[in-house]
């Protein structure tokens, strides 16, 4: 089957990047930091609150795109524990959109199949955000196509010294004298227990960090990073994406495609097409 047959080309650019594309080796999970809706606004002269808007948009986009190109996992970075350091007018206004877009899209998210799953410390969000997101992840638990996991009130750091918790209170309550932690032990307390590592990470508005996300998840992941903001970030941009990701050699830190044992590997951080290096 050809990427065409699953995602019909809007124009030229897309019928080029969809030939180009091999649905054999498209990663696995794809993981996405959505940046630049406040920049794309000012470049705009409007307010903040219009480039979240735009991005919400765009997030539509990249979701039905990977779901029909049947990406088994996509995680979004929508709002991070440092996000509310921001102005509450803007935190309000977030929370109210995040509500308003679970509402408007959750039923689409249900018939196209999706499982909805949000990781983070969801337990410290506004009583109504949280009742939206658990209704959202029981009315699709069922589901068995793309995972579509939201990261919200997320942080790296803050996913490791929870699992690092966990770890001491499973210690504690089982009388343990002797216990010794494993890689697998620690990635069976995260957030993200029983899902793959990102294959591939997207980073958007050109800025080359990964802003506290996915830290213990992303040691062998691919990174790319474009100039454009996310709510320019087409889908024609997601295949371009994808595409210079199945052109990269995965070594995982040796020489094989096989990661060597407590190799940490190396994140190459690589811009193509748009981005810069």
Request: proline residues 4%; hydrophobic residues 40%.
């Amino acid at each position: 089957m050809k990427a065409s047959e699953l995602l019909k080309p809007a124009n030229a650019e897309e019928a080029t990047l969809l030939d180009n594309l091999d649905l054999k080796r498209l990663p696995q999970h794809l993981a996405v930091i959505m940046d630049g809706n406040g920049r794309w606004a000012q470049h705009r002269h409007l307010p903040r609150v219009a480039g979240h808007r735009a991005g919400v948009k765009a997030a539509r986009e990249i979701i039905e795109s990977c779901a029909r190109l049947k990406l088994p996992y996509l995680t979004l970075y929508a709002f991070s524990l440092e996000n509310w350091r921001r102005p509450q007018a803007e935190v309000d206004f977030l929370m109210r959109l995040l509500r308003e877009y679970l509402k408007r899209e959750l039923p689409a998210i249900h018939k196209n199949n999706i499982r909805l799953l949000i990781i983070g410390r969801s337990e410290q969000l506004p009583d109504g955000v949280r009742k939206d997101i658990e209704y959202g992840m029981r009315m699709t638990a069922r589901n068995t196509g793309m995972k579509l996991v939201v990261a919200l009130n997320y942080g790296g750091r803050a996913e490791l010294v929870d699992a690092f918790n966990a770890m001491l209170e499973h210690v504690r309550s089982n009388g343990l004298s002797a216990f010794q932690a494993d890689e697998q032990t620690v990635s069976e307390h995260l957030y993200t227990a029983g899902l793959p590592d990102p294959d591939l990470l997207i980073r958007t508005s050109g800025e080359m960090r990964v802003s506290n996300f996915l830290l213990w998840q992303i040691a062998y992941a691919e990174i790319y990073v474009t100039e454009t903001l996310w709510p320019d970030f087409s889908r024609a941009r997601l295949l371009e994406a994808l595409v210079d990701f199945q052109k990269r050699e995965r070594r995982y830190g040796g020489l094989n495609a096989a990661p060597e044992p407590g190799d940490s590997g190396k994140m190459a951080k690589r811009s193509a097409g748009r981005g810069r290096g």
